[in-house]
């Protein structure tokens, strides 16, 4: 087995015909979070997608490795079972279903596909409790539709939320730090960072430096015109914020 | 094409649980409908003279009348006089009173309990419900009889009625729902056999949930029951009612009377959740559901509300109206229909103002996927004297694939300007980011497709008694199957 979690190899895409991932490669290993930047339309959202699995967007060459097995070939909900998780950039509104029961759903959804009972009403509420604790959500919370009238800030905490029940063994953040003001920012982070671990890794996709310094990322890639054309250390966090993505690249 | 469209599009057979046949000896008229059919069903019935004379009556006016045809339906030809139109399980002659184990074991199966559980101790399951079994043309068991007549409550099948309570029955029968009313009803009039009687007296609150549940088996048979609630001043009760059917390649018919009286500031609520043989995944067989359900709210303060879930028959006729006719009455219709493969539903309700300060809402909750066509039809009538009126209506449809139908047809006829009435619809479709967003946090399509309908049509599922609510929702799923793959 292989020593990364996660290994892109020369991957391409397309949306409706137009290819917007153009040989992208990157490999994480457990333990690691890798900030993914870039300017607007680079590809940073599409990566998120095509690993996420989402229709539409076409693989036409390449290969993703996900603790070694074929995740292109696995459907969504498969990709979530293996560990996977997407933070949305746009969490999606679904009237009358309350967070209670979406989250019901997913926990013994992923709980049957490992052949494991459904979590009795008790030890769903309590895990429940303490997830909600950690994005600062209140008890009101569990009864609201999910992600209906919420602000910018409650669908981004919402989806740290969920990836705190779930308990993934790979996120992918994207965006998470649009629409954030600095309170709700630090509540998403120390969200993030509670649930960093030796065994679990992390891409997080950002325009700016804001989120990094929350989340500190071990190693940072410049995605530009579908391609990944630097890569480093957080020093490159800095350089980007001082040059822009102007001067960075081939 | 995208590939989730793909998986919405794709069709498998649609499970149906119900769909058994129980084996047991039965007895039946010969097929087709005349004057001699209708005395041989009186007759089988022991029915007082005056009963046979309505039937008779009601059969000369049907000969006269002619099917509607404004249903957005495609609806089969219906041969009448292929029909039989009374079928009834043998009762063994030396034990007439004993219920056949073969349909014990039916209603076991479909979960209706049809005898009340023994008593520890005195203390009652706060959940009991009495119910009324119909089993294709007869009633069964009714339970709880005598623990309901204690308090002056009258729950029987509506042949007992007849018996029991002549005068009753004269009073109502046809008072809310006229022979002449529709072909269908009309057709009821002449035929009908059991369906349920309930009779709350004066004052009364109703202490546990009265039901019918009506089960098709035989074949070549329609059902045609009739059912009549009355709940006097002041009194209160909750009816729930549940079908199911064989599944067979042929069409059965299922044309049903249902008559509510709500005297003043009586309290009715009544619940169905539908669930007759949809047909199978190419629309063969199913059964056609023409059915016409009024009540009557005719004391000032009364109130009757109606809460269905409608996923079953091949073809649904149905728009269980009120008539608002006490002062400051009011009514309320929420409704869940949902059709998959072939299925046609044309449903919705009339809401009569005639009452000053009369009130009504009607929240439709319209779900089509498959190739099925999915209408609501509606009728919000403010007449003369209803000063103060107000009506609020909510009309939404789901669609789910793209080659299903949806369609609204709602009629306001204000003879008052001191009436309101506001109208909303809305039509939208499961979006592939909402079936996308729960995919990825490891919900199967499938699975995705429910949570969303039962979210869409919660406004509606909340307002069914707690248990029937969970079958509901079950239901809603199981319809689904074979919606996405």
Sequence with gaps: MSEYLLEINDLHASVSGKEILKGVSLCIAPGEVHAVMGPNGAGKSTLSAVLAGRPDYEVTAGTVLFRG???LALSPEERSWAGLFLSFQYPVEIPGVSITNFMKAAVNARRKARGLPELSAAEFLKLMKEKMALVQMKGEFARRELNVGFSGGEKKRNEIFQMAMIDPLFSILDETDSGLDVDALRIVADGVNALRSPEKAAIVITHYKRL?????????????????VRTGGPELVEQIEKEGYEGIGA | MSRSNQTIDRFTSQEYKEGFVTQVAQEFVPKGLSEEIIRLISAKKDEPDWLLQFRLDAFRRWQKMTPPSWGHLHLPPIDFQDIIYYAAPKRPEDRPKEIDPALQETFDKLGI???????????????????????????????????????????????????????????????????????????????????????????????MDLSSYFRINASGTGQFERTLIVADEGASLSYMEGCTAPMRDEHQLHAAVVEIVVEKDADVRYSTVQNWYPGDAEGRGGILNLVTKRGICRGSGSHLSWTQVETGSAVTWKYPSTILKGDFSSSEFYSVALTNNFQQADTGTKMIHLGRGTRSRIVSKGISAGRSENSYRGLVQMGPAADGARNYSQCDS?????????????????????????????????????LFYLQSRGIAPEEAVALIVNGYAREVLQRLPMEFAVEAQKLLSVSLEGAVG
Aim: aromatic share 8%; net charge negative.
């Design chain 1, 69 to 71: 097995r074929d995740l």
């Design chain 1, 212 to 228: 990094l310094d929350y989340i500190r990322p071990d190693v940072v890639h410049i995605l530009k015109e579908g391609r990944i």
């Design chain 2, 113 to 207: 309990p049809i005898r009340e559980r023994e008593v520890l101790a005195g203390v009652r399951d706060k959940r009991e419900v009495a119910v009324d079994a119909v089993f294709d043309s007869v009633s069964v068991a009714t339970t709880f009889r005598k623990t309901l007549s204690e308090q002056g409550i009258i729950f029987c099948s509506f042949s007992e009625a007849v018996h029991e309570h002549p005068d009753l029955v004269r009073k109502y029968l046809a008072s809310v729902v006229p022979v002449g009313d529709n072909f269908y009803a009309a057709l009821n009039s002449d035929v009908f056999s059991d369906g349920s009687f309930c009779y709350v007296p004066k004052g009364v609150k109703c202490p």
């Design chain 2, 398 to 434: 789901l669609l789910i694939g793209s080659r299903c139908g949806a369609h609204t047809f709602p009629v306001i006829k204000g003879a008052n300007p001191r009436a309101t009435v506001e109208h909303e619809a809305t039509t939208s479709k499961i979006s592939e980011d909402q």
